[in-house]
């Protein structure tokens, strides 16, 4: 095998002691893939419990797991075969470890769902089904496990492989293969079986086999995530994580969100003198032949083949928070180096990790995914739309996987998972946790809920009228968002709200947009470039009604002047220039205001 080999990743999900781990065991231990003295400590330990040999054992890497008898996290390990290397997943069924399971499914090129034989497809085994749907896994197999338990029936597997096959039709997806095995006896699992006379099928390793190769990033579109940028000597070197594709010097390449198109000059190399390309994995810097301004966050992709670059995108994700998530509360969403807020604005589909249950959305909108809700379980609470014709889910519960759609403050340059891996998949925090993560599944249209001024082209966010409270029930404070809106030149904006407060007369000037907006008599009198702005005397709040501390002109060039686009409003600028409390207040309430 080459240095650069590329592994297929395989995932094995089903119900709880359907016999996952046992099935990878035994496909190790015949592939001679194990270290030594594994079996000798398994051996010892089902001495030490007084339980009988187990191959999923060899898998589970904490004793204490081993005692217990449940797999509770992802286990990777690699193995060969003769047409190539793989990584192999065994991914937990036991729903308290859910989390686990997705996380390594997240990753995975294929998806094996096992199933007992003699005990049929379960609940968790449909649930297991549709999170793979969800996650975007498009090549799924089946494994009639414990067929030793059926006496090798025939009827016992087609009974699994009717079942399975038709509720994987309803999630849209298609049984790549039902493979009948007994993990125990290791039969079908390297080659054919006299037990099975009446299959005709590859064996689990011919399948494996079979499967298409694991994708070659180097061949796939050019995405390299801005990562910081370094001044050095003369230079500006751009540096970041090449995610996929090839890069050479000389290239005809764009910076997103904003395309703007320049060429590769170098990629300098301490303390060589620097190479000319660079391949999918490579950690690399360059320089561009146009010097204007790059920042962290930024996507560079060749001209050609550019990301979309939109504000609203559909997501499969999965939610691990404390507090549900809600569709209208903020978050923050960080996707490869891009870290903006964003906002739910539909919960299209829920499938609970407790009750098995499964929240279908409105087929119309959606498409046939949800077709087999019917077949996991109730609706969550939530009533239909009319404007949308969606019925949104009350919410994301800790453990829920779901549909949504996502709504940014601002331009992201992203991909569809399928695409690109890397620019495909989010994680979402929520307050100062990680609360979920995901992966994009589709472009939507822009309506996409959040207030902004409009002028021609120019579209700047703003945060002026979302409300502040701090909840005693909680015992922290909270915003609860906004009406969507836009504000053209000539048009009234709210002065006054529950926690908020402006005069008729001032200007609003938003750094990261580049824009100022002068308010006049409660009206919108002019939306212009921040170049074009001049001070004039009267108050100023920025983007999210945070009053500047600006007096006069020289302030106020002292204030830009303490400001950097690539740092944004940090800390140490927003102790020295803004004041919280000039146009906001904090009110108190006991219970949830935040919808």
Known sequence: MGARER??????????????????????????????????????IAVETGKRFEFAYLLDAFEEEQKQGITIDTTRLRFHTAKRGYVIIDAPGHKEFLKNMISGAADADAAFLVVDAARGVEEQS????????????????VIANKMDLVDYAE?????????????????????????????????????GSDKLP???????????????????FEQSVLRLPVQDVYKFDTRRIIAGRLESGLLRVGDLVA?????????????????????TEAVAGESIGITVADEFFNRRGEVIGHASDPPPVTRVFRASLFWMGKRPLIRGRDYKLKIATQAVPVRVRDILR???????????????????????????????????????????????EMNDVAEVIIAAREPLALDLFSVCRATGRFVLVDGYDVAGGGIVTGIESEADGFCFFVRGEMKVSCDLFEEYFYSLDEQAVNKRSARAAVYAVGNLIPLKGESFSYPEFFDIVSLPDDAAIRIRSGRVAEILPLAAYGYEGL????????????????????????????????ADFAAKWLDFSAYRSIPFTKGNWEI
């Open 155 to 191: 009827d016992a597997y087609l009974k699994v492989k009717e079942d399975m096959e038709a509720f994987l039709e309803t999630l849209g997806l298609r049984s790549g293969a039902c493979i009948p095995l007994s993990a125990l006896e290791g039969v079908n699992v390297l080659g």
């Open 7 to 44: 592994f297929l990743k395989l995932v094995l999900v089903g119900h709880v002691d359907h016999g996952k781990s046992s099935v990878i065991g035994r496909l190790l231990y015949d592939t001679g893939s194990l270290p030594q003295g594994a079996v000798d400590k398994v051996r010892r």
């Open 539 to 570: 108050p100023l709040v920025n983007g999210r009604g945070f009053a500047l501390r600006v007096r006069s002109s020289e302030d106020w060039r002292r204030c830009l002047g303490d400001y950097s686009p690539n740092a944004g409003e940090d």
């Open 350 to 396: 829920v499938v609970d990790a407790a009750r098995i249950d499964a929240v279908s959305a409105g087929a119309a909108h959606t498409g046939a995914v949800h077709a087999g809700a019917a077949h996991i379980g109730a609706v969550h609470a939530g009533a239909a739309r009319p404007e949308t014709g969606v019925n949104d889910a009350a919410g994301v």
């Open 126 to 141: 449909r649930r297991h089904a549709s999170m793979l749907s969800l996650l975007g896994i498009r090549q799924v197999c």
């Open 255 to 275: 910076v997103y969100p904003g395309g703007r198109r320049t060429r590769v000059a170098s990629m300098p190399l301490w303390p060589d003198e620097g190479k």
């Open 198 to 216: 009446w299959y005709g099928g590859r064996s689990l390793i011919e399948t494996l086999d079979a499967l298409p190769g694991a994708p070659d």
